[in-house]
């Protein structure tokens, strides 16, 4: 019966976001909204399809997050993280202490004790992670100025969580009721000295371990040639790190996020992205679910005027602490506003660090409970907050100068993919690189790549027929995809992943033989390349030079030969559909090896250049002409 | 209208700051086609055909080219070897060009003090481009004298627009048959008095 339960829960939270995130994406809503409408629709206050365990959901969902600062971390190499050091420590931290106390002031001038205000300032100082960088995502805003300031201000906020979950319980007044909580710690008892030590060790694990161990861990995983078992070992990878940060006190999204920057210099990393990607979208679809499901809308009922007067006041407060500390780092007028609309709510970890608050004796359930809403509602209220801002006030403060600036920054992705770093893709590659064109090489034979990133070349583990690790490596914004592999069906595959996904991709494909050249034809590529081809050509015109053909004449003959066999192979590929189906295979090789011969017959006789030819000329002058 | 094609060469062309202004000037014309050589032939295999009914469409036969060497680059040598053809281009059964308009459009290192007698080039560009005038001649063709973008090496951006201005304008004329062949051949280029070549 439990099983069906589960299955139940599945079916509702999935119809439901099958159903209503198409339609909000069709009316320009974005996705994160639809799931927020979603949980509202199936909530207690909605359907009623989802009761309680909405709130097992909201925390079992919050991995979600964890997930998607994993693959942040991914595209963001080491530098970059240094390059923005100033924007997180200064930006983030002005953010987070400037709006606590000014939220602190509204609180205790609302009526609350200091140290109560101070904990409600605190917690409500921190902005959604998960609706801010999916929403700037779907836009594609997350590489404008104000997208990148924005993510500076969430990374802060992760990491102060930490220190508030220290401070909050100090700020208890009377008898604390906190002991018993946080039992699955392995650092409780231990004095402060010995804490941070198991503290650093973890990162220290987390990053020597990332380093180090992780790439022959995968080479060996990846030498099953099993596609789930590296999704197994990329989620086990995921899994443990947020088990080991939750063990030593420390956030499980800021221990992802670092193991997250450690691999991202790794071969293995669009891989990894691919494998984790859908995960983290159902999760954090989930996620969003159940924070609409969550919001009581009861408790908003009985008290209306009050619940929107703080919503108002929350949105209120932080806008314009935000827009004043971005105009103050130097942000344009457009570029401010977008950043500050984007970080106006609440977040996720105030549900987290409210129920810790109550627990510690912090704050009352009388406080907590409607705040608790009001940070729902406010989540709730960010994508038509941003859609406001995109259609009504971006329009009228002008263009997005911002836009067009360091647009890889984060991706730092190429124009060209290559497929297959073997005999021929890996001199396409080095033709390439020595004519100063980065390309993003994939290769699925992990040896290989070992080999190649060892002599310094930018190759990545991985399957390219696959859309995930296509995304991965940069194909919605690249221009040309080689594909070099040698396996004819994988090729198809790719071509046919290529077209449905990525129309603007110009495709370069290698055919393994005739047939197959076919086979590319038909599936619509216009560029197939026969492996062997040139190098024939070659050898033929080199046996012409050798029975005393003159070098540029056999040159210009095998280029004539060449055109004539390209456009026969295009006539060819036609043709062979009309044909019955019964005619044997050998026959038909025997047939197209005998037109194959006929074409090059007529095509010998023909005179390109006739102008060198000066027998008309001599005819002409022999019958008297007057020139 | 006369349809206008450009039969353009240069080898490098990325790295032609003259040239590339003058094409991208010519190219949103209507009625001016733009024939790119070393981009269509870059291993000189040029298609006789192909460029001899293109050459058949148009009325008006710009070469436009650096002045290498006093001269073209190699592949419009190449084309005028092969696709000017007996029997077509020339010979009694030849006269697919007769009454067709041409001119070169150069741009040369040199300045215009440096194409005279005493100066470091020795003879007009008039008297170099004579292979040109010759090949037209013996084709039937109506020669006109070329529009010449003179000390490339020293031109500034305004300069280099305002001689792509002018051989857009100077394609327009040639285009609505605002140029008088006759009154054109009293200058020794085109743009040195623009104005009166195009009837103004």
Redesign the interface.
């Known amino acids: 019966m439990h099983g069906e339960g589960f299955f139940y829960q599945a079916f509702v939270y999935l119809l439901a976001a099958v159903v209503s995130v198409p339609i909000a994406k069709r009316l320009g809503l974005g996705s994160v909204l639809g799931y927020l409408l979603a949980g509202i629709a199936i909530g207690p206050w909605g359907l009623r399809l989802v009761g309680e365990e909405g709130a097992d959901v909201l925390h079992f969902a919050e991995f979600g997050v964890v997930m998607m600062l994993f693959l942040i971390g991914l595209e963001l190499q080491p530098s970059l993280l240094w390059r923005l050091r100033v924007p997180i420590v200064g930006l983030g931290g002005l953010q987070v202490g400037v709006t606590a106390l000014t939220l602190t002031a509204v609180a205790v001038a609302l009526g609350l004790p200091w140290n109560a205000g101070l904990a409600v300032g605190l917690i409500l100082a921190l902005s959604s992670t998960a609706i801010v960088l999916q929403t700037l995502e779907e836009k594609g805003l997350l590489k404008t100025d104000a997208g990148q300031s924005a993510f500076s201000v969430l990374l802060f906020q992760d990491i102060a969580v930490i220190p508030m979950l220290a401070v909050l319980p100090l700020l208890a007044v009377g008898e604390t009721r906190a002991t018993a909580s946080g039992g699955t710690s392995w650092i409780d008892g231990l004095p402060p000295v010995a804490k941070t030590l198991v503290v650093l060790a973890a990162v220290v694990a987390i990053v020597v371990g990332g380093r180090y161990l992780t790439r022959p861990a995968f080479r060996f995983i990846a030498r099953a040639r099993l596609r789930e078992l590296f999704t197994a070992a990329a989620l086990l990878l995921v899994i443990a790190i947020a088990l080991l940060m939750s063990r030593v006190g420390l956030s499980p999204a800021l221990g992802t996020f670092l193991a997250g920057v450690v691999l991202a210099n790794s071969e293995y990393r669009h891989e990894l992205e691919g494998d984790i990607e859908p995960f983290k979208g159902l999760l954090l679809g989930l996620f969003f679910i159940a924070v609409g499901a969550s919001v009581d809308f009861g408790l908003v009922a009985s008290r209306p005027a009050v619940v929107a007067g703080l919503v108002a006041a929350l949105l209120a407060t932080k806008f314009g602490v935000l827009l004043v500390l971005g105009r103050a780092f130097g942000m344009g007028t457009d570029q401010n506003l977008l950043f500050s609309f984007a970080l106006a709510q609440g977040g996720e970890f105030a549900f987290v660090l409210f129920s810790f608050a109550s627990q510690h004796g912090v704050l009352p359930v009388s406080v907590t409970g409607p705040l608790v809403a009001v940070v729902a509602l406010s989540m709730a209220l960010t994508p038509l907050v941003m859609l406001v801002h995109e259609r009504l006030v971006a329009p009228r403060i002008g263009r997005r100068e911002g836009e067009a600036r360091e647009p890889d920054a984060i991706t730092g992705s190429s124009q060209v993919i290559i497929a297959g770093y073997g005999r021929v893709g890996s001199v396409i590659g080095r033709l390439l690189a020595a004519n100063g064109i980065s390309a993003t090489v994939l290769d699925h034979d992990s040896d290989h790549v070992e080999l190649l990133r060892r002599f310094g070349q930018r190759v990545f583990y991985g399957d390219a027929s696959r859309h995930d690790l296509l995304e991965a490596a940069g194909a919605g914004s690249a221009r040309v995809l080689v594909i070099a592999i040698d396996d004819p069906d994988k090729i198809l595959q790719i071509v046919e992943t290529a077209h449905r996904y990525y129309p603007h991709l110009q495709v370069l494909a290698r055919a393994v033989s005739r047939t197959h050249a076919y086979e590319l034809l038909d599936a619509g590529v216009e560029l197939v390349y026969r492996e062997n081809l040139d190098t024939s050509l070659q050898m033929g015109v080199d046996v012409m030079r050798a029975m005393g053909v003159r070098a540029y004449e056999a040159g210009r003959r095998s280029r004539l030969f060449r055109r004539h066999d390209e456009l026969g192979l295009r006539e060819l590929a036609a043709m062979r559909e009309d044909r019955p189906a019964y005619i044997r295979r050998a026959r038909q090789q025997l047939e197209e090896l005998e037109r194959i011969l006929t074409a090059d017959r007529l095509e010998a006789d023909e005179q390109r250049d006739a102008a060198w030819d000066t027998r008309t000329l001599r005819e002409e002058m022999a019958g008297g002409a007057e020139r | 209208m006369r349809k206008v094609l450009i039969i353009f060469a240069h080898p490098a062309l990325e790295r032609s700051r003259v040239n590339r202004a003058l094409i991208e000037a010519a190219a949103g014309v209507e009625g001016v086609r733009v024939h790119d050589l070393y981009q269509a032939y870059p291993?000189f295999?040029i298609?006789?055909?192909f460029e001899q009914r293109l050459l058949e469409a148009h009325g008006v036969v710009v070469l436009q080219h650096p002045f290498f060497w006093y001269s073209a680059p190699a592949i419009l040598k190449q084309w005028q070897?092969?696709?000017?053809?007996?029997?077509w281009a020339y010979?009694?059964a030849g006269t697919a060009l007769k009454g067709k308009w041409t001119l070169n459009a150069i741009t040369a290192g040199g300045g215009e003090d440096s194409y005279r007698r005493e100066g470091g080039n020795r003879f007009e560009i008039g008297e170099l481009l004579a292979p040109f005038e010759a090949t037209a001649r013996l084709c039937g063709m109506i020669w006109l004298p070329p529009f010449v973008v003179h000390g490339t090496h020293r031109l500034g951006d305004a300069e280099i627009d305002a001689h792509a201005g002018d051989y857009r304008r100077l394609l327009i004329g040639l285009r609505d048959g605002a140029v008088d062949a006759a009154a054109a051949r009293r200058w020794p280029r085109l743009n040195m008095d623009l104005a009166a070549v195009l009837g103004g």
């Open positions: 291993d295999d298609d006789v055909p070897d092969l696709v000017l053809e007996h029997g010979g009694h």
